[in-house]
């Protein structure tokens, strides 16, 4: 399978929604609620909220293609002079372990090391074992343990940083 990377555009809105919603349920159906996972999916991945980001200068954001369909996305923001946040990474479940995550990564990455900063940050559920088994083998550092909201939830959140 090969994977292409490539600059999101408003006309993959629906796909992303799709990809989010099946990822969320896979990655958090075992600790959130349906209901919750709903209500964040309708608030985070609203068209018009994306197409903004999409369309946002600051904001990278970037598909996956495979087999002529998009398997996953990811966005970024340097948040800081030295710093880039790692605001999305989610790949279909169904191409989980197939490098999809691993190309999209890298091309945050690469985008990241042409803005000078020194390391990307980002955060996973501490519930998350798909998440934290992604970060932690791609060489990501866990950092503290906080308290991430979803839908006016609070759950564990690890945060994690890649030193560039």
Known sequence: MSVEVRDATTDDTDDIVDVARDSWYAAYGGFLKPETIEQALGEYYDPDLLETAVEHDDIAFYIAEADGEIVGFASAEQTWSDEVELHTIYVHPDRWGEGVGSALFERVEN???????????CAAFSD???????????????GTEAKGEVAGEFHPEHEF????
């Open 111 to 121: 985008w990241a090391r042409e803005q000078g900063v020194d390391r990307i940050v």
């Open 128 to 142: 998350n074992a798909v998440g934290i088994g992604f970060f932690e083998a791609t060489g990501f550092r866990r």
């Open 161 to 164: 940083e890649y030193e560039l």
